[in-house]
């Protein structure tokens, strides 16, 4: 009999080991959630993880199952795996995903490692519907926190993804239960103190997530940039826009929309675009070097859409640069 169970035991010869640490963990850490008065209900038995997994689509990785099987956190935040309904879940899962194509509809984010972004917010969206189905499903573990479903072994990374916003909260499920902060009413989550010894000591890389918690967004006009979406992105691709419209080659808008040193003093940088003052002094330069360049003082105000309900407006940008303009010219 020993001999037969030597045979079919699983090749890992510390598979069990490891197993009982996990079910020891995960009754340590829903005790500490009882502990600090977040909302606990019954684990998750095998047959509804059998039936959300195949509602969904995904596998919950093992670390995960562990705790979910031990008990099921529902306080606000928490996906209620039993009793949300499968709108509800299906929404969850998806928004990662549907808030990175907002952005990229909206123009302003654009990953690196994807390439070049087109020149058409609906070109560069369906590229990264593209890129994005081969992206492992991410299983909402708290608010905007996600694990990877793929590979489904333990010790996948947790990533925090709001909008265009990325970043890892933990190698693994160990380390984000020490790093997360949980506020419920009347009270406030206390981390572990420790981490168990099979956590994670690195972040395992995970196909598509990883490179957008890696790498810095870029535009395709301005391959050098060093500051990221928001305001100051939109205004600079409007410009860069409208010059380009205006007859003006890619190498000259290049030229213009950027300065001459970077952080590290090379040539190329745009490290000082880093909110709207500095673009907009920018753009007052640009602007100045238009009048310089032979445009009426119109057209500059028309092209660049300082004018009113444009992007800055003329007598707030205009008025100094304006004085200047024919001190020089005079």
């Known amino acids: 009999m020993a001999t037969t169970t030597a045979k079919i035991t699983p090749v890992d010869p510390n598979s069990s080991r490891v197993c009982f640490s996990f079910a020891a963990y995960a009754k340590n850490l829903i005790d500490h959630l009882k502990l600090c008065r977040i909302p606990v209900t019954e684990g998750l038995t095998d047959d509804e993880f059998s039936s959300i997994e195949t509602s969904f689509g995904f596998i919950f990785p093992p670390d995960l199952r562990s705790i979910l099987r031990e008990g099921l956190p529902v306080g606000p935040g928490f996906p209620n795996w039993r009793l949300s309904s499968p709108q509800q879940l299906q929404i969850l899962i998806n928004l990662p995903i549907l808030g990175i194509c907002k952005e990229i509809s909206k123009g302003t984010f654009w990953c690196q490692s994807w390439g070049d972004e087109p020149d058409y917010p609906n070109e560069a969206l369906s590229l990264a ?34 909008g265009g916003y990325f970043r890892c909260s933990g190698f693994d499920v160990a380390g984000f239960f020490q790093q997360v902060e949980i506020r419920q009413k009347d009270c406030v989550y206390r981390s572990l103190n420790s981490s168990p010894a099979w956590a994670a000591k690195a972040a395992r890389r995970i196909e598509f997530w990883s490179d957008l918690v890696e790498n810095v967004t870029c535009s395709k006009r301005d391959n050098t940039c060093r500051w990221r979406r928001g305001v100051p992105y939109r205004i600079f691709k409007e410009v860069s826009s409208r010059l380009r419209e205006g007859g003006w080659t890619e190498e000259e808008v290049r030229d213009m929309m950027m300065t001459t040193e970077g952080d590290d003093g090379k040539e190329g940088g745009s490290s000082f675009l880093k909110d709207r003052h500095s673009l907009e002094l920018h753009l007052r330069l640009l602007s100045f070097t238009l009048l310089r360049a032979g445009w009426r003082i119109h057209d500059v105000v028309y092209s660049l859409g300082f004018h009113e309900g444009g992007i800055l407006d003329a007598d707030s940008c205009l008025d100094v640069l304006i004085t200047k303009a024919k001190q020089q010219l005079s």
């Open 129 to 162: 519907k593209q890129i994005m189905r081969k992206a492992p499903i991410l299983v909402p573990i708290y608010r905007h926190y996600y694990i990877p479903s793929m590979p489904n072994m333990a010790g996948n990374p947790v990533f925090f993804i709001q």
